[in-house]
């Protein structure tokens, strides 16, 4: 146990230059105390004392603004920087050396039963007001992009932007719009495409009228020309 808080302080100097000295560490970081508190409760968890693992982690979240589900399954090396607001859910896996900045969601989408929470993977960076949403797979190395609301999987080595995410570099070159579509789709752009290609359309309706009449008409005059034909 001894062994695996050292690695934790550790962890913490690797992560933030702004770390001065092991006792500041160990007292002031609120992402370690949630981190050390989360893993007394799962162990009670696991050995289904399940409302003395919840007290536990409800007063962690008390004192550090960070709500670790008991059951959440943790690998090593965890950091979480300025963490108030982050919520992990109960069926959620997080593997090694993986950073989680403040107001990060790793939740569900609904009321499913069995996994329903993400699995990060290792050497995962999660930004700042990020949401994981669903039982899916975020790959090894992966970089999700800040306020960035990820729904799919992720393939590994890929860094992730927008909402809903997309996939905008794997493995160190830019992903083209033209990929990923399928995996990856993004409602809002192709309404507005669809849109667009429709007024193109009719624009192009109105100058055939227009030419057709042989004078220069009004809009209702050429809709009504168009309906004619």
């Not at 008390?62 to 709500?67: H, L, Q």
């Amino acid at each position: 146990m001894f062994k695996q808080m050292k690695s934790d302080i550790r962890t913490v100097f690797e992560n933030d230059p702004a770390a001065r000295g092991i006792f500041e560490v160990v007292f002031t970081y609120s992402g370690l105390h949630a981190l050390w508190a989360h893993r007394v409760a799962h162990a009670l968890f696991r050995r289904r004392w399940y409302t003395l693992a919840r007290v536990i982690s409800q007063i962690s979240r008390f004192m550090t603004g960070i709500e670790i589900h008991p059951g959440a399954r943790i690998g090593n090396r965890l950091f979480i920087d300025h963490g108030m607001g982050v919520v992990i859910g109960e069926t959620c896996e997080i593997g090694d050396d993986v950073v989680i900045y403040q107001g990060v969601t790793l939740g569900g989408t609904g009321k499913e039963k069995g996994k329903r929470h993400p699995t990060i993977g290792n050497n995962v960076v999660i930004g700042s007001g990020a949401k994981v949403l669903g039982s899916f797979m975020i790959g090894d190395n992966c970089n999700i992009g800040s306020n960035a609301v990820v729904l799919r999987p992720v393939p590994q080595n890929s860094t992730v932007v927008g909402n809903p995410g997309k996939v905008v570099k794997q493995n160190g070159e830019r992903v083209r719009d033209r990929l990923d579509h399928t995996n990856l789709p993004d409602p809002i752009v192709d309404t507005l495409r669809s849109m667009q290609k429709e007024i193109d359309q009719l624009r192009s309706e109105l100058e055939d009228a227009r030419r057709a009449s042989g004078r220069t008409a009004t809009p209702e005059a050429v809709v009504c020309s168009v309906k004619e034909d």
